[in-house]
């Protein structure tokens, strides 16, 4: 088998790892103990792929601060208990690895947070490089975290696909030059992303592994 890109880099959450239910509780924790609101799932849901505490402060004003306290607190004392894995991923990392690709995962959560979710389901010695929200000034959908972890591996944006679960993905990666594949599993819509154009839309990890991969000559 013979990968399509040199080097495949991932969003996180939604991606690699099942963590959305983790997410969506955690929000609806901060908002409800602190705010007494409960806002519907698919605006929860909307909201992942960006830094956290930004968009909190957007919807909340003033109140960004308090309500990042809150959901890291309770995110964390319940993160590997609601955390979960997707199946095939690690198969798929190893195949990447073996076929000579390098691998990566970008994300706008603080990268010790991702790293704790990449060892909660045994991803963190399949990873290559990891840009997490400190790495770069400008995050998703601006492409610098992209770039920045590309720059990493000393690879070209050409050389590069970027797969996630959120429009903001899709958007970082066009805006980066890179390879665009969307995955149905995670936060986003199929609707929402289809209307992004990325190079491809996948329903499971076989259908993403076919896409990664080029066809065997016939």
Not at 120 to 127: D, E, P, S, T, Y
Not at 133 to 144: D, N, S, W
Not at 151 to 172: H, I, K, N
Request: proline share 7%; charged share 20%.
């Amino acid at each position: 088998m013979t990968p399509r890109w040199p080097v495949v880099l991932f969003d996180f959450d939604g991606t690699l790892a099942d963590t959305i239910p983790l997410i969506v509780a955690s929000y609806h924790h901060a908002l409800g103990s602190v705010l007494g609101e409960e806002p519907a799932d698919d605006e929860v849901r909307s909201w992942i792929g960006r830094p956290l505490q930004p968009v909190l402060e957007e919807r909340y004003p003033g109140r960004g601060a308090e309500l990042t306290d809150v959901y890291r607190e309770w995110n964390l004392a319940n993160h590997d208990e609601l955390i979960r894995s997707v199946a095939g991923v690690p198969e798929l990392l190893d195949d990447l690895h073996a076929a000579g690709a390098r691998t990566g995962v970008v994300s706008s959560k603080k990268g010790e947070t991702v790293r704790l979710g990449l060892r909660a389901v045994g991803l963190a010695q399949r990873i290559d490089v990891l840009a997490g929200q400190e790495e770069t000034e400008l995050h998703k959908p601006h492409p610098a975290p992209l770039l920045y972890a590309a720059a990493q591996l000393g690879a070209a944006p050409r050389d590069c696909v970027y797969v996630g679960d959120a429009t903001v993905d899709v958007e970082a990666a066009r805006a980066a030059g890179m390879g665009a594949v969307a995955v149905t599993w995670g936060a986003g819509l199929e609707p929402a992303l289809a209307a992004t154009r990325p190079d491809a839309i996948v329903a499971d990890v076989a259908a993403l592994r076919t896409h990664l991969f080029a066809p065997a000559p016939g």
